[in-house]
């Protein structure tokens, strides 16, 4: 069996700390086969990651989390971005046409940005949509104390159920990860589709220890400061971020405020 973080935020997600080799070093040391690097409307950072990813001894999957109409969505196996904006159905067609995958992130708990169960079930009643609808997160690092429905409704539903990070902070990597028969990313795949993933959630107390860390670093990043790690022997530190890399997100910033 190999284990998989689906849901990590690099800095090319305009609320995130951590640079795509840092995330790969820790997704290696804390023992991850597979992860995917899913920023806000940005796919760079998984390209990124899934260009680097055998270095650490991983396989980094393309995708992103995308904010549809609805809520979030989680695109998996893409090599576009969908638009933000757009219905959760029109979001889910444009993945499926490119032979994508998604996976509902945090539903169902009321949140800001989560989807609802109607929006779920309306996407299960469309035939375009419901195909590459596959998972959803019955448990997230992030939002561990509203998980509780999703956990209920899951076992009505018929996706693969998966635990992941939502990591904004890289210690926070593997802190709910699924496991899956075989450990590439193909064999996650399949298993996504056949329903035979099983979440592994994250064991400890409440998020609050990780949202004070989030909150330092956050502050970090407006001075240029993220966690970064050069190379997959050199342990993960606060450093300055190099100006081509300040450029890539600057270049993200302008384009969100475009939108
Ligand atoms: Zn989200
Ligand atoms: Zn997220």
Redesign the pocket.
């Known amino acids: 069996m190999g284990t998989a973080d689906l849901?990590i935020?690099s800095i090319y997600?305009y609320d995130a700390t951590t640079t795509v080799r840092a995330i790969l070093k820790q997704a290696a040391d804390v023992g991850l086969n597979v992860i995917a690097v899913?920023d806000?409307d940005e796919i760079r950072g998984s390209f990124e990651a899934a260009q680097l990813a055998p270095q650490y001894g991983l396989e980094a999957i393309p995708g992103a989390?995308v904010s549809t109409r609805e809520g979030?969505l989680?695109a998996l196996f893409i090599q576009t971005l969908p638009p933000a904006g757009m219905s959760m159905i029109d979001t889910l067609i444009h993945i499926g046409k490119q032979g994508g995958i998604a996976i509902a992130?945090?539903p169902f708990n009321n949140l800001p940005g989560s989807l609802s169960m109607e929006a779920v079930l309306g996407a299960l009643a469309n035939p375009r949509a419901k195909g590459p609808l596959k998972g959803i997160e019955t448990h997230?690092f992030?939002t561990q104390n509203f998980d509780k429905v999703a956990r209920k409704l899951s076992v009505f539903l018929p996706f693969a159920k998966i635990a992941s990070s939502?990591a904004?902070i890289y210690w926070a990597i593997g802190a709910g990860r699924t496991s899956f028969p075989g450990n590439t990313a193909q064999e996650l795949r399949t298993a996504l589709e056949k329903n035979t993933t099983v979440p592994i959630p994250y064991e400890g107390e409440s998020s609050a220890v990780a949202i004070l860390s989030w909150v330092r670093r956050i502050a970090m990043r407006k001075f240029g400061y993220a966690s970064d790690s050069p190379s997959a022997s050199t342990p993960i530190d606060t450093q300055q971020i190099t100006d081509s890399m300040i450029q890539k997100i600057n270049k993200v910033k302008r384009q969100r405020k475009k939108t």
């Open positions: 849901h935020h997600s899913t806000h989390e979030h989680l992130p945090h997230n992030g939502d904004h």
